[in-house]
Nanobody
Framework: QVQLVESGGGLVQAGGSLRLSCAAS????????MGWYRQAPGKQRELVAV???????NYADSVKGRFTISRDNAKNTVYLQMNSLKPEDTAVYYC?????????????WGQGTQVTVSS
């Protein structure tokens, strides 16, 4: 059973920083892509950043240059360093682990962690 547990959310002023962590268990973490998504009230969940098993990264345009995703395979943990936070970054942030076996793709999700940026 795959479990993803996020931590590190909270309330921060605009311009501040937060670091989110997501600890994974129950999977072969090192071979799966990991990502962070977010969902603001009244909006659809959107991709924030993704990191492949090989360490390649991709970011939403809205966070490029401010957020950094990284992973520590020895600790089965993925991180999201968020700098220069803006009020529009306020959302629930979800950790995602994507397992691909042949043509089958399975997504696992954490419970989410609230990030609130005050102006």
């Amino acid at each position: 059973q795959v479990q993803l547990v996020e931590s590190g959310g909270g309330l921060v002023q605009a311009g501040g920083s937060l670091r989110l962590s997501c600890a994974a268990s129950g999977s072969i973490f090192s071979i799966n892509a990991m990502g962070w998504y977010r969902q603001a009230p009244g909006k659809q969940r959107e991709l924030v950043a993704v990191i492949t098993s090989g360490g390649s990264t991709n970011y939403a345009d809205s966070v490029k240059g401010r957020f950094t995703i990284s992973r520590d395979n020895a600790k089965n943990t993925v991180y999201l360093q968020m700098n220069s936070l803006k009020p529009e970054d306020t959302a629930v942030y979800y950790c995602n682990e994507r397992k691909v076996v042949g043509a089958v793709r399975v997504d696992y999700w954490g419970q989410g962690t609230q990030v609130t940026v005050s102006s």
